[in-house]
């Protein structure tokens, strides 16, 4: 639909970045495309489909200019726009976790979100590991679920790619360093996540795909990579779960793919195969060592492709195609 408009927040930042480059390669057409974000980055320029985009400050925008409003944004911006631009008359797509919990703001992917008004899109970390969970689920039943998160600096946005550029360069020079995005040197470091907000909100978004019945013990930390989540996964089961019976079931799932032939001793990592692109890569699959059932995995993903911009970009082919 030509008619379609579309306004980006936070279009100078990773996901928005991100979103800009998936929806330059989709089929999607619109009548107006308006690139948002804070009073740093007015006037600054854009590329989209070879032509520039000149930035407008977010809080300044008229709303009613738009049809859909993708808030790639902080907690406390999506908190301040999204009533501006649900008041509007837009649907809103939001990348962050303000309105998390609330059962009116169903998660992208599911069916409600094709009929509501606002959508939350889920993390990079819940997208990575929700459909490996669900080809597990009512075909082997769960004892419990570990799962060990190594996340990159992007996670963070823009400002953490930068910090991590930045230190890498200067400490390289043997000079000092200022953190200011993480607490601590993030470059040949790593952080440890211990009771962090964001393993609160993956814990909660795997425990509702689960079930309240199945433990769920989780970890992560920041390692100094610049895209890309890494999973280890491991779930032990009530009965025996055959390894090769579990890789093929994960093989034909759309958007993900198995790299576990005992004769191509590759496995996916977050550089050289995930980063930029749309998918899960899983690969060591393998069965637990007795007395336990189950198997363990390493899945990876691009967190600003596969997580933020795919989400996105096949909602909205939804919603166009519903108006």
Known sequence: MADFRLAIVGVTGEVGRALLSRLDESGLEFAEVHALASSRSEEETVMFRHRPLIVEVAEAFDFSRADVVVLATPLAVSELLADRALAAGCRVIDHSTAFAGQRDVPLAGTVESESAEMVIVPSAEVSLLAPLLSAAIGTFPLRAVHVSLVLPVSSSGHAGVRE??????????????????????????????????????????????????????????????????????TLETEVPMMAEEFADRLSRLGGVEVRNSSEDQQVATPVTDAAGQVGVYVSGIRPLSPPLQGVTMVAVADNVHQGAARHTVDLLEKWIKRL
């Open 164 to 233: 991590l550029a930045g230190q890498t360069g200067e400490l390289l020079n043997a000079r000092g360093i200022e953190p200011v995005v993480f607490p601590v040197q993030i470059a040949f470091n790593c952080l440890p996540l211990v009771g962090s907000s964001r393993e609160e909100i993956v814990i909660e978004g795997l425990q509702q795909l689960l079930g309240e019945h199945v433990p769920l013990v989780l970890s992560a930390i920041v390692a100094p990579v610049f895209y890309g989540v890494t999973a280890q996964i």
